[in-house]
C-alpha cells in the first residue's frame, strides 16, 4: 500500500469521519448514524472464479473501508452495510467498481444465508428454495458505497453506468439498471454542502479544495471552528495529498492541532522563504554584472565576502 492508501484507510476507518459521510450522504447531514453503532468487517473479497488458460483462479477484490451499520427500529433491528473508497485520482470506471463491490457484498449474504440453512438440516418447502438455498422469506443488508475524493481536481470520470456505455438508445439504455456512484468530492462541494459535515473531515476537505488559494484558506481556518481542533491523522491526509508541510508542535488540549495558528506559521514560513530567494537573487544579479565587466570568480568571491564554493551555488541556483 502507498502512503496516501495508508493514511485514507486509517483516517476513513475512524468511526466518527466514517459516520460523517453516511450522515451527510444519507441524512443531509443530520446525525443518525451514531460512530458507536459503527462495527469493522473484513474488506477481503472473493468473487467468481476467472478462467485463465482453462484453470480457474479466484480473483481478489479488497474494499478500502468496510462497516456494518447496527440500528435500532421499532423494536427490530436494522442494518446497513457501508463502504467507503478513497480516490485520489478519477478512476474512469468507478460505477462498475462499487457495482462489483456491492454485489459481491450481497452474493456472500446470499451465501452465508444458504450455508445457515445446510447447516440447520432445511431443505426448502419447494425445488426453488431447495436449488438456491434462499429461501422467499430471507432479506439481505442493503450495501451503500461511498466515494471520497482527495483532490482539488474535478471529477471529470462517469458518476453513473450508463455514463461509460457506448450507446445512447434509450429504449437499449431503459433496460440496462443505471448504477451511480455516491460521490463526494471538494471541487463540487458548496458551503451548504460543507455544513453538512461536523468532524474534521469538513476542514480536510476544504484545504484539499482551496489548497492553491491562500487568500480563502487563511479565511477559512479563521473562521470555520472545525480547523480549531484537527487530529494528527487529518493533518496527515492534509499533508500527503496537498503536498503541504503542517506545524505539528502545537497541540491544544486533547492532542488536537489549532489549524489557525498552524497556517499562520506557513505563511510567515513562505514570507521568510521569499525573503532568503530575494537576497539570492540580488547576489546573482550582482555576480553575473561582476563577471560580465571581467572580474574573476576569485575576486567576485572576495569582493562580496563569500567563499568561491558559495558563489558557485548561487549562480546554479535556479
Known amino acids: 500500500m502507498g502512503k496516501k492508501d495508508i493514511f485514507s484507510s486509517q483516517y476513513m476507518g475512524n468511526r466518527k469521519t466514517f459516520a460523517d459521510v453516511f450522515n451527510m450522504l444519507i441524512y443531509g447531514g443530520t446525525e443518525e448514524i451514531e460512530p458507536e453503532a459503527l462495527h ?27 462497516k456494518i451499520l447496527s440500528a435500532m427500529e421499532d423494536a427490530n433491528a436494522v442494518y446497513l452495510l457501508l463502504g467507503i473508497e478513497a480516490q485520489s485520482e478519477v478512476n474512469y470506471a468507478m460505477p462498475v467498481k462499487t457495482m462489483l463491490y456491492d454485489a459481491i457484498t450481497l452474493a456472500q449474504q446470499v451465501e452465508r444465508i444458504a450455508k445457515q440453512h445446510r447447516q440447520s438440516g432445511e431443505y426448502g418447502k419447494n425445488r426453488g428454495e431447495f436449488l438456491s438455498g434462499f429461501y422467499k422469506e430471507d432479506k439481505l443488508i442493503p450495501v451503500i458505497t461511498a466515494v471520497v475524493f482527495f483532490s482539488e481536481k474535478k471529477w471529470d470520470g462517469p458518476l453513473c453506468l450508463h455514463d461509460m456505455l457506448e450507446t445512447k438508445d434509450p429504449r437499449v439504455l431503459s433496460m440496462v439498471d443505471n448504477y451511480k456512484i455516491h460521490l463526494i468530492a471538494p471541487a463540487e462541494l458548496t458551503e451548504e454542502d460543507f455544513s453538512r459535515l461536523h468532524t474534521d ?3 480536510v476537505l476544504k484545504w484539499i479544495k482551496y489548497s492553491k488559494d491562500k487568500e480563502h484558506l487563511l479565511q477559512e481556518t479563521r473562521t470555520d471552528p472545525c480547523f480549531r481542533q484537527m487530529s494528527d491523522e487529518a493533518i496527515n491526509m492534509i499533508e500527503v495529498y496537498t503536498n503541504s508541510k503542517i506545524p505539528h508542535q502545537k497541540k491544544e488540549e486533547g492532542g488536537t492541532v ?17 525573503r532568503a530567494e530575494g537576497r539570492i537573487e540580488e547576489r546573482r544579479s550582482m555576480i553575473n554584472r561582476m563577471s ?27
Open 40 to 66: 469493522s468487517l473484513n474488506t477481503s473479497q472473493i468473487i467468481i472464479p476467472e478462467s485463465v488458460q482453462g484453470n480457474s483462479l479466484p480473483i481478489q477484490k479488497i474494499r478500502d473501508t468496510l
Open 201 to 203: 473531515l469538513r476542514a
Open 258 to 274: 489549532d489549524m489557525c495558528q498552524a497556517f499562520d506559521e506557513i505563511l510567515a514560513d513562505e514570507r521568510k522563504e521569499g
Open 292 to 318: 560580465e565587466n571581467g572580474m574573476s570568480l576569485p575576486d567576485i568571491a572576495r569582493m562580496i565576502n563569500l567563499e568561491e564554493a558559495e558563489v558557485k551555488t548561487i549562480l546554479a541556483v535556479s
